[in-house]
Every structure is written in structure tokens, then in C-alpha cells.
């Protein structure tokens, strides 16, 4: 079984940085596509990025892209957000998910496509 538990998240204004981390636990994840996604409130849990287990293939969603930048330490076991240019319609709890698959081709984008997820970090933008 896989824990993965999220830390990083606060509040900050329009324009901070802040660096989300999901470090796995139970066993190791560097074989597996890992992913991020968040859920503001009264909304879905959305897509924000994906990773695969090589980190040859990353996908983002449109909203993030250029701002977001997902990424992997598998001597850590641990999955990274660097958040830039942070706007007030990026806050939402941030939730990091791993695939059971292993050695995938690729990175889901979709909730069903992940087994394993952390309870969730808090990221809160003000203006």
C-alpha cells in the first residue's frame, strides 16, 4: 500500500511562488505516473498536471501552463509542484495522486486513472 502526503501549501498574494511536495511512504512510487489535482471549493477535483514514472512525458492543463512546472525525485520518492505567478483562481486544495500501473507510457489525466492519493494541502491566493 502507498501513503502519499502532500505539504507545502499556505496563503500567499497574487504573484507569490510556492512549492508543493508529495513524498510517498509504504513503498517505492518510481515506477508509477504520478499526478496533481486540485478542488476549489464548491467545485470537481480538477486535473492540474501529470507526470510519468520515467518523467519523460508531463502533460498540464491549460490553465497552469507556463506557470506550473511538475516534476520527480525518485531517489526521494517524492513529487514536486513549483507554483509561479500564482493568481486568486488558483486557490483550492491540492491533492497528489500515483498510479497503481507500473512502468505506464504515459501520465493520466483523468481521477479514475489514479489509485493512491494524500489527503490534501491547502493553497490559498489573495489579491
Known amino acids: 500500500q502507498v501513503q502519499l502526503v502532500e505539504s507545502g501549501g499556505g496563503l500567499v498574494q497574487a504573484g507569490d511562488s510556492l512549492r508543493l511536495s508529495c513524498a510517498a511512504s509504504g513503498r517505492s512510487i518510481n515506477s508509477n505516473a504520478m499526478g496533481w489535482f486540485r478542488q476549489a471549493p464548491g467545485k470537481e477535483r480538477e486535473f492540474v498536471a501529470a507526470?510519468?514514472?520515467?518523467?519523460?512525458?508531463?502533460y498540464y492543463a491549460d490553465s497552469v501552463k507556463g506557470r506550473f512546472t511538475i516534476s520527480r525525485d525518485n531517489a526521494k520518492n517524492t513529487m514536486y509542484l513549483q507554483m509561479n505567478s500564482l493568481k486568486r483562481e488558483d486557490t483550492a486544495v491540492y491533492y497528489c495522486?500515483?498510479?497503481?500501473?507500473?512502468?505506464?507510457?504515459?501520465?493520466?489525466?483523468?481521477?479514475?486513472?489514479?489509485?493512491?492519493w494524500g489527503q490534501g494541502t491547502q493553497v490559498t491566493v489573495s489579491s
Open positions: 495522486a500515483a498510479d497503481k500501473s507500473m512502468f505506464r507510457p504515459t501520465a493520466g489525466k483523468f481521477l479514475w486513472e489514479y489509485d493512491y
Open positions: 507526470i510519468s514514472w520515467s518523467g519523460g512525458i508531463i
